[in-house]
């Protein structure tokens, strides 16, 4: 657990307190906040991520390991984009001539999402916005939504979400053939336990992209909640050829994920891990 989660989930976790807390940091946010090259245009109404980013504490492994492994011609597939970091990071890469595609479909954070990509595309084309859920079917889906904390709108009831919008649903595989995209070498998935369902819906992409780095949350109470075996989520990612590391530590360190159900052990309740997968010659510069 970060620090900054710490203090999120354990100091302010009594109400008040975090009532309190949400508003003074909400009052000192700045419209945007640059991470590296990238300007990422903040949502003034959520003091958790886009706190977070303004106070330079937000998924600083993760930034760490996309900057490192990100190349300028990669194929980006942004599933659950928020306001745009990692859209954003994939943009202002020196040189950057490959492709953005972001997933958003919560209205509130895609109208940032909207700027962040504004802010940073400097090609016309570079960067294409869906305002769809992935998952594995095609259809209308309830988005649960998490008033204090924007990043945590998700796709099944739970006493901490508030209110719900009906969002339109399609697989990846269907998005991004949509778009035109065969194959993609960097896909992020963060969709607070929706996961697996993006992945079965994407299994054709994924199949078809020999060299891909997968950066994906594994929250096995979420992915339960989504109905979804958090060890039927592991092995599906293998099947699909991918190796898999747990991503640590503020510079983004790779360990191997030697013992799956180890991890899920000790992934219980709010812990969770994030994961990368590797498969083919695109990972030959990555040490584990």
Known sequence: MSVAQFVYTVLLKPRP???AANAAIRALLPRQVRVGEALVCLNPHDPVISGALAF?????????????HFRAGMTLIDV????????????STPGFHGRVLALEPHAESRRYLEKTIEANARAPGAAQIVALAASDRTGMLALYQNPENKGDNRLYPDPLLQGEEHVGADTLDNICRGAGIASAQFVKIDVQGAE????RGGAGLLGASPQCVLMTEFWPYGLARCGADPADYLEMLGALGFRLYELTGSRGNLEPVSSPRALIERTQGRRYANLVGLKGAVNSGIQA
């Open 196 to 199: 697996a369902q993006v992945v």
């Open 56 to 68: 330079g504490v937000y998924e600083r492994g993760e930034i760490a390991f996309f900057r490192s």
């Open 17 to 19: 307190l975090r009532l």
């Open 80 to 91: 659950g984009a928020n306001v745009g970091l990692y859209s954003a990071l994939a943009l």
